[in-house]
């Protein structure tokens, strides 16, 4: 959900609004790149951790199941926000504008501690 501020800082409900694409925004209903405060309402915001895109590539998906659609193939050394980590798999995005998606865990480096 998201109003429009008024004021300082003030929101209010002005009815639905248009959901943006969750392909070229890092943005659910639980969770959203901390870019996008104060712009969308949810329950968390994340500051992105970038790992990098282990050799041979990884497929960018839609979602985590079997089957799911491959919006692209990240190549190496590119950079991916991982905005969250679920079982085998990272959520975020390539930057702010998208894609957005999962990355296998296994195809992109360790987080450095």
């Known amino acids: 959900m998201s109003g429009k501020a008024h004021g300082q800082g003030l929101y209010t409900l002005a009815g639905p609004v248009e959901k943006p694409d969750p392909r070229t925004v890092p943005l659910r209903g639980d969770l959203a790149h901390i870019a996008l405060a104060g712009k969308h309402f949810v329950p968390h915001y994340a500051v992105p951790q970038p790992r990098a895109v282990m050799p041979g590539g990884a497929p960018l998906l ?3 199941g079997d ?8 190549i190496e050394g590119d950079s991916f926000e991982v905005l969250d980590v ?23 480096e360790p987080a450095v501690a």
């Open 62 to 64: 839609a979602d985590t």
């Open 67 to 74: 089957g799911a659609e491959e919006l692209c193939t990240l």
């Open 86 to 108: 679920a079982g085998a798999y990272a959520w975020g995005c390539v930057s702010l504008e998208g894609p957005v998606g999962y990355v296998h865990l296994d195809r992109l």
